[in-house]
């Protein structure tokens, strides 16, 4: 063979090994970014939860309900879902609201409070509803006992007809010559009836007698505190509710009116009003995050058992004492978990 044909022979080796270097390069790249691919690429939908909350906006607890997500893996927005929606103190928007979201394909909806989760149950019986806050979840027809719920609804239950008599028991300390009490509740709520007959309960141990008044809707505070004040009461218990969301204009009502006020949650004291006695609604959010982790992974709210409160807080604004020129005996403050000065 010639000088000419051993340069082509040696020229096409070249090009032969180049080619099969190129291949099996390619072919090594493959295999090793080909698994990191796969398991980079997000499995099936993301979860999706709809939230309905009972305000305008979404209340400060809500960062509760964040923490208990985040403290169990999820991030919005990057392995969860999470739809908000807001009836505006408007109630009524509850069951188009749920139905909205149900549209959606949420996996789980989670609603407050015992009017709104009635209201969600309703619309559907299939899609799982976690309730936060409901007040008699077995009388309200929410479930079938605390322990086996029974349905596609669980949760936790605030306990609010349990309380209503420690609620008295904290306004008869702080103003012991008081002989009329004002109770505000929402007649619509059956957890709100209960809690009422509680307070009568209560009221006969203690010796004082109740001006009960109903507050339908929001717009409808004003003139229960006119009616009690009318009425000679000394102080003010109002049930915990979600007719009284507008917890600034609520507190301030009760200041405006003179009558020394608790209330169902540290919020009102937080917004102005005297004391706030019941459940912590931070905490109650954060673990409503955990019944949404359980059914994401296959639980039913059927087998879920409803939870009691882990946590009960006093808390006591001292700027709203003031302006009541109540004088907050000592028992109450050593007692209380927050004084807000």
Known sequence: MGS??????RKAARSWMATAFVTLRVIVLAALV???????QPVGKLPRVGVIWEGATTPSPATGFRQGLRELGYTEGQNILVEHRHTAGRFDQVPKLATELIALGVDVLVVFGTTSAQSAKAVTSTVPIVFALAGDPVGSGLVASLAQPGGNATGLSNLVSELSGKQLEILKTALPRVSRIGVLYNPVNPAGRVAVEEARASARTLAVELQVQEVRQPNEMAHAFSVLRARRAGAVLVVSDAVFAPVSELAKLAVQSRLPAIYGS???PEAGGLFGYGPSFTEDLRLAASYVDKILKGAKPADLPVQQPTKIEFVINMEAAKALRLNVPQQLL????????
Not at 34 to 40: I, K, N, S, Y
């Open 34 to 40: 080909g698994p990191f691919t796969a398991e980079a």
């Open 4 to 9: 000419g044909g051993w340069a082509k022979s």
């Open 334 to 341: 050593l007692r209380a978990d927050a004084v807000i000065q």
């Open 266 to 268: 540290r919020l009102f």
